[in-house]
C-alpha cells in the first residue's frame, strides 16, 4: 500500500533552515505528480507546493516560493522540501501528499517549530 514517511522537522529559529524529507514506498512514485501540504496550530491545511514526475514543472504557493523550494529523487523515492528563513508562521505540520495540490495520500507529517 502506499507509504508516505516525512522527516527532517524540528525545532529552530527564526531565519534558520530545515530540509524535510518524504520516503515514498507503494506506489509509482516516479510517474507521480507529489507536494508539501502543512497545518498551523488552530488553522486549515494549506498546499504549500507540488512537483511533476520529472521535476520539469514546479507549482510553488506564491506565499513561500521565495523561501520554500520543492525537489525530488526519484532514484531514492524520495520528495523534499528546503525551507530558508524560516518565520515563527511557518511553525506547523508538514505532510507529504501523493498527487498535484492537496494530494490524494498522506504522510503522518513531520512537525517544525519556528521559536527562539
Known amino acids: 500500500q502506499v507509504q508516505l514517511v516525512e522527516s527532517g522537522g524540528g525545532k529552530v529559529q527564526p531565519g534558520g533552515s530545515l530540509r524535510l524529507s518524504c520516503a515514498a514506498s507503494?506506489?509509482?512514485?516516479?510517474?507521480?505528480?507529489m507536494s508539501w501540504v502543512r497545518q498551523a496550530p488552530g488553522k486549515e491545511f494549506e498546499w504549500v507546493s507540488s512537483?511533476?514526475?520529472?521535476?520539469?514543472?514546479?507549482h510553488p504557493s506564491d506565499s513561500l516560493k521565495a523561501r520554500f523550494t520543492i525537489s525530488r529523487d526519484n532514484a531514492k523515492n524520495t520528495l523534499y522540501l528546503q525551507m530558508n528563513d524560516l518565520k515563527s508562521e511557518d511553525t506547523a505540520r508538514y505532510y507529504c501528499?501523493?498527487?498535484?495540490?492537496?494530494?490524494?495520500?498522506w504522510g503522518q507529517g513531520t512537525q517544525v517549530t519556528v521559536s527562539s
Open positions: 507503494g506506489f509509482a512514485f516516479s510517474s507521480s505528480y
Open positions: 501528499a501523493m498527487g498535484y495540490g492537496m494530494g490524494s495520500q
Open positions: 512537483i511533476n514526475p520529472d521535476s520539469t514543472i514546479i
